[in-house]
């Protein structure tokens, strides 16, 4: 029995008493929404599986929707299927502008409805690769993206990135307290990306606290700055008071001897593609792991770029 | 407590606990949509605009405490709310929020009040050199968020509570005390709790009448109740009630303030508030001038 959230986004009478008879006899728990206010708050503090959106939905209200829940990080895909006059179709519709999964047409045929709904769950499944923790796209989503990059032949950034001392971290305040700084990290990285370098990028997580991150070569600096800016201004809110005036913590090494760590901290090795430098994704791989090697030896958070020439290294700014 | 009171505030226990929504000013919503449009806005700037506004700056950190971003009681800063939910999901906060556009005097009193007390909160805590008094400053600001939810989901009763303020010429917390079994503080803190939000808010909201109540935040909690009476005092949104409230004499220990402090303090906040008035003078500008203008 599906069990599957559906968020209705439409006029008032949009969706055919009938439609909505099977979906319910099928699972379906349906939420109607013919506000818009109503409908993105429903998508930020009660994420739906699934959006069936009215084309046209208050004005562009249909669009603004369709923004907020691509926004949504918790639920990384959820599928949208847009709903609209066939003779709509008639003059091509502009896809960047409705990034939606599918489409079906007025008047509802709701055993039609109820397949493309299915279909689309389906769907998502089967290309979701995606971390469970921070619904980011795991390895084979990241190899694609490498090689993607490789073949494009442009100067991109891969940059690998991980929490120092996150073990200990996770060994003193627990699995579920080392999960919300995988979070955080996360929602750093795609937030700053957003901001800062959204067109062409990529963000994947590898695992645990490894994650990857591609942009444009150009932009790299200006990324890890404010991911560590960004990082530092929130870190202590995961820490208890006792261990920030410390300014370390007691945890067991991995001989299980007692040693102090220092805080948590982030390292972001920056390996750039440009002028052909490698062929293969296990290439740039195995030059990250070196770089990584490095800059973790640096106390604090800290990036290093690793051009053709040289290395570009940036420290902390503050931990203030 | 009679069993008929217990009753009463049962009931209004259970009409505040479905507030979901609660409404924000609409010149700051036009103002932030704006500003939301402009590729150059940076997610700070955005949030120095949002922390002037009480409401929006509570559904933020309701937001980025709930369950669903994965925080749950962990995120008490604004700039930290900001960075984890990124500035997507901050436009589509504006958009929800948008849903009650109807202001009254009263509220942007309220407003004023409040954002006077995040103001004094914000100086006095980094003169007692507090780790965090952005923190606190917070607390200032939403402390009267009780006062907003009685008004929104009890709108009879919120006025019976004014009209009893008048008559018998006692303040609102007594009102509220005498006529619901309960009052703005406490309301506050119960909505503050039920959003997930830390200790180091719900405290200094509930407790802001009565800092003695106040377990795990004293300082925080005494920082606001003092900062609510400071800025009453210089006539910052009293509505109908033109009484300031008493100190608390346990508040006023743990701060431990000499008088020379409080000159100094003054004069800091009399110069930071040009600011707010300045900026709650050009919200009302634009809300006049949205009004003026047929919407296209």
């Known amino acids: ?320 | 407590m009679s069993p008929e009171q217990e009753q009463k505030r049962e009931a209004i226990r259970k009409a505040l606990r479905e507030v979901k929504n609660l409404p924000t000013l609409p010149g700051i919503i036009s103002k932030l949509t704006k500003m939301a449009d402009d590729p150059d806005t940076t997610t700070e700037q955005m949030g120095r605009t949002i922390s002037k506004d009480h409401i929006l700056a509570a559904k933020l950190l309701k937001l980025v405490n709930s369950a669903f971003y994965g925080f749950p009681q962990r995120i008490s800063s604004l700039s930290s709310a900001i960075i984890l939910l990124g500035f997507n999901v901050i436009k589509s906060l504006i958009i929800s929020a948008s849903i009650f556009e109807l202001m009254e005097d009263q509220d942007m009193e309220l407003w004023e009040h409040s954002l006077g007390c995040a103001v004094v909160c914000n100086v006095l805590a980094k003169r007692l050199g507090v780790s965090d008094p952005e923190e606190v400053s917070t607390a200032g600001l939403i402390h009267d968020l009780g006062k907003v939810a009685i008004k929104m989901e009890l709108p009879g009763e919120s006025e019976q509570v004014s009209a009893l303020v008048v008559s018998r010429q006692i303040n609102r917390f007594e009102a509220e005390r005498e006529l619901l079994g309960l009052d703005h503080a406490e309301v506050g803190g119960w909505l503050a709790k039920s959003w997930n939000l830390p200790a180091k808010l719900v405290e200094p909201i509930s407790c802001h009448h009565d800092p003695s109540l106040a377990k795990a935040e004293p300082l925080a909690a005494a920082i606001v109740h003092f900062a609510d009476i400071v800025i009453r005092g210089m006539g910052y949104g009293h509505g109908p009630d033109i009484w300031v409230p008493a100190l608390a004499p346990r508040a006023w220990e743990l701060l431990r303030l000499k008088p020379v402090d409080i000159d100094e303090m003054l004069a800091e906040v009399e110069e930071k508030l040009w600011d707010v008035k300045g900026f709650s003078l050009d919200i009302k500008a634009e809300a006049q001038s949205a009004t003026q203008v047929p919407k296209g």
């Open chain 1, 1 to 320: 029995m599906n069990m599957s959230r559906l968020l209705v986004a439409g006029s008032p009478g949009f969706l055919p008493p009938a439609a909505r008879t099977l979906l319910e006899a099928k699972g379906y728990q349906l939420k109607v929404c013919e506000q818009l206010p109503e409908a993105v708050a429903l998508v930020l503090e009660d994420p739906p599986d699934l959006l069936l959106l009215e084309k046209g939905f208050v004005g562009d209200g249909d669009q603004r929707l369709i923004k907020a829940v691509s926004g949504c990080l918790q639920k990384g895909n959820i599928p949208i299927i847009l709903v609209l006059e066939l003779t709509e179709l008639e003059t091509e519709l502009d896809w960047g502008v409705y990034p939606v999964d599918d489409i079906v047409t007025l008047p509802l045929v709701p055993s039609l409805l109820l397949a493309r709904l299915q279909l689309a769950e389906a769907r998502m499944m089967r290309v979701f690769d995606n971390n469970p923790l921070s619904r980011l796209p795991g390895n084979t989503s990241i190899l694609r993206a490498m090689q993607r990059v490789l073949a494009s032949g442009n100067d991109y950034a891969v940059c690998y990135v991980d929490i120092d001392n996150f073990k200990p971290y996770n060994d003193r305040y627990g699995f579920s307290r080392g999960d919300e700084v995988i979070l955080m990290v996360a929602r750093i990285i795609v937030n700053v990306i957003e901001e800062k370098a959204r067109e062409g990028s990529f963000i994947g997580h590898v695992g645990g606290d490894d994650y990857v991150f591609i942009i444009k070569a150009e932009k790299a600096e200006e990324v890890c700055r404010q991911i560590i800016d960004n990082f530092n201004m929130v870190r202590n809110l995961f820490l208890n008071a006792e261990d920030i005036a410390a300014g370390a913590f007691v945890g067991l090494d991995r001989r299980g001897q007692e040693t102090r760590f220092p805080l948590l901290s982030i390292s972001i090795a920056v390996v750039t593609t440009g002028e052909g430098r490698y062929r293969h994704s296990g290439e740039i791989a195995a030059a990250a792991s070196q770089l990584k090697h490095y800059v973790k030896r640096l106390e604090g958070s800290n990036y290093l770029i690793e051009r053709r020439d040289s290395c570009v290294s940036g420290q902390e700014m503050s931990a203030a």
